[in-house]
């Protein structure tokens, strides 16, 4: 039984701590922190009224190391699960180092004023993790996350060698809005904008964003347009196993949202440059955000599926092999669960199936480490007991895209 502290109280942190809240045997302490304490008791509210456990609540700057250093020497936590935005991944490592506590996060580091995430940062981390005898996983969601633990379990069990790694996300879901993220609007339309890359042949292979378009007959959705995008976990995977000859990240987008977003593009509003307004300096992309509607309140109005999941093609035993490893999650039944629409769902169940593995000691290590670094077992076993159970196909041939 141990004590956790989690900072972000938006929709993956209200997902992770009903979870963690469903698990007392390893969660015997939560406290969930944030900017607004209120937002924070809404959250606990609700865990106490659903599942009967109370959870403590502070406010904290996850910008300022000082602040959180306090935080965490109050609550004295065996791990920090930071769930708030990636821009305050960072300066949370920092306080974790300085206050001797484990990390753990589901994305990774964005400068605020560059659209850019990479590894970089947090990998440097490295060394001052392991001298102090502690531990920090990266990227405990979905997508980064179980896609993840998908290609490792895939190579695990499945391939003596993989050649192709295809990841798919697709989004089924409908809120009824003409015009809403199903995350945070910054980060998400900060990805969506930015340019695409995928590995081919040993590099990265550059091309404009959106420009890459396919069709794909999704499980339990349907037939979807996906786009070529740059992801995160393309980066750590590539690393990781370095004889994936190509890697690819696709995501499933409306006409109306590209429709939306291309005239938001062309008025200037997704754009992070500075501007002045009425004497005051504002962020365009963060005007935006303020004004769309609250991705944690789209749970209740929204209906449909989501299919996320790794199509791999390689060898095994001599054969050429083609799998796909696949999660369904409905948007109507973690709504009832949980009070939360599936993106927040298929985000926060990770985080806590990662913070349990480590506080149990299943997943052990001093340093930082990306989720393949780790036996995939465990992980995929919990996937099934605590709500995203996986789906496993053996394909004909590779994709012909």
Known sequence: MSKVLVIGAGGVGSVAVHKMAQLSEVFSSITLASRRISSCQKIADSVKQRFGVKIETAEVDADEVG??????????????VNLALPYQDLPLMDACLEAGVSYLDTA?????DEAKFEYRW???YQERFE????????GSGFDPGVTNVFTAWLAKHHFDRMDTLDILDCNGGDHGHPFATNFNPE???????APTRHWEQGDWVESPALSSKQTFDFPEVGDRNMYLMYHEELESLVKHFPHIQRARFWMTFGDAYLTHLEVLQNVGLTSIEPIIYQGQEIIPLQFLKAVLPDPGGLGERTKGKTCIGNIISGEK???????YLFNV???????REVGSQAVSY??????????ALILKGTWQGRGVFNMEQLDPDPFMDMLNQHGLPWEFRQLDAPLSF
């Open 108 to 112: 990774n580091y964005e400068p605020k």
């Open 122 to 124: 947090q990998w440097e």
């Open 346 to 355: 298929t985000t926060g169940v990770p985080a806590m199936i990662g913070a």
């Open 187 to 193: 980060i998400n339309i900060r990805e969506v904008t």
């Open 131 to 138: 001298k102090a005898g502690l531990m920090a996983l990266l």
């Open 329 to 335: 999650c409905d948007h109507e039944a973690c709504f």
């Open 67 to 80: 602040q959180t250093v306090r935080l965490l020497e109050q609550v004295k936590p065996d791990l920090l």
């Open 317 to 323: 035993d001599g054969a050429k092999v083609t799998k």
